[in-house]
């Protein structure tokens, strides 16, 4: 395959690495709050929502060997031809991001935090997997590969600092010991995760563009 013509800069580097907001904040968010919402407001033992967290692992060290090979060979099919195989995914995966909002929702039954909590592992699966395969397919050169991963490491640590401060400065208004602050602040995430999916399918392409750049 031929190297692309197409530059990667910084604008470009930025619109790939912003869907790391959603694999550095989705779970850093979960891993400050969601023990506490689940056992303070939703009614859950300490045993019920640990128990999410666990199935939720072993689920995910099958979803995404899955996922690999689904988006592997997704490029056969009508719709990886037309819309690649990787970044379809992140094509429909983009609105439901509001998925993520779901999960901070009080007063619903065990089974309902449990599939709420394993519809994001797959949907992390569905982003993450075909998006960290994205730089290598959008170019060969060394030092924009460089790039695409400085501003993602970036983006995700940034990500990291929203999952401790969004939900700080929304307490400010909704009160400490408010589950609304929690319900808030899934619906801001999912908002914001929603955005940075779709720039990244706007503002990336894969092998499959470069390929029709050099055909007569």
Same mark, same amino acid.
């Given at each position: 395959?031929?190297?692309?013509?197409?530059?990667?800069?910084?604008?470009?580097?930025?619109?790939?690495?912003?869907?790391?907001?959603?694999?550095?904040?989705?779970?850093?968010?979960?891993?400050?709050?969601?023990?506490?919402?689940?056992?303070?407001?939703?009614?859950?033992?300490?045993?019920?929502? &640990?128990?999410? !967290?666990?199935?939720? @692992?072993?689920?995910?060290? /099958?979803?995404? =060997?899955? #996922?690999?090979?689904?988006?592997?060979?997704?490029?056969?099919?009508?719709? &990886?031809?037309? !819309?690649?195989?990787? @970044?379809?995914?992140?094509? /429909?995966?983009? =609105?439901? #991001?509001?998925?993520?909002?779901?999960?901070?929702?009080?007063?619903?039954?065990?089974?309902?935090?449990?599939?709420?909590?394993?519809?994001?592992?797959?949907?992390?699966?569905?982003?993450?997997?075909?998006?960290?395969?994205?730089?290598?397919?959008?170019?060969?050169?060394?030092?924009?590969?460089?790039?695409?991963?400085?501003?993602?490491?970036?983006?995700?640590?940034?990500?990291?600092?929203?999952?401790?401060?969004?939900?700080?400065?929304?307490?400010?208004?909704?009160?400490?010991?408010?589950?609304?602050?929690?319900?808030?602040?899934?619906?801001?995430?999912?908002?914001?995760?929603?955005?940075?999916?779709?720039?990244?399918?706007?503002?990336?392409?894969?092998?499959?563009?470069?390929?029709?750049?050099?055909?007569?």
């Amino acid at each position: 395959m031929k190297p692309t013509e197409r530059r990667v800069g910084y604008g470009t580097a930025i619109g790939y690495g912003v869907t790391d907001l959603f694999g550095g904040g989705a779970f850093a968010v979960i891993g400050t709050w969601l023990l506490f919402f689940y056992t303070t407001y939703c009614g859950l033992s300490v045993f019920e929502a &640990g128990s999410i !967290f666990a199935i939720a @692992r072993v689920i995910d060290a /099958i979803l995404s =060997p899955i #996922m690999g090979y689904i988006t592997d060979n997704f490029g056969n099919t009508w719709l &990886g031809k037309k !819309f690649g195989r990787r @970044r379809f995914f992140l094509l /429909i995966s983009a =609105p439901l #991001m509001f998925l993520y909002a779901l999960i901070w929702v009080t007063d619903m039954s065990y089974w309902y935090y449990l599939g709420t909590y394993l519809s994001i592992e797959l949907l992390s699966a569905m982003v993450l997997v075909p998006w960290e395969t994205l730089s290598s397919e959008m170019t060969n050169r060394f030092s924009e590969r460089t790039r695409l991963s400085g501003v993602r490491m970036i983006c995700s640590q940034f990500g990291g600092l929203l999952a401790v401060s969004i939900p700080g400065v929304i307490m400010q208004f909704t009160g400490k010991d408010n589950s609304l602050t929690y319900t808030y602040t899934g619906l801001i995430f999912a908002c914001i995760f929603c955005v940075a999916v779709f720039t990244t399918w706007m503002c990336t392409w894969e092998a499959k563009d470069v390929r029709e750049e050099f055909e007569p």
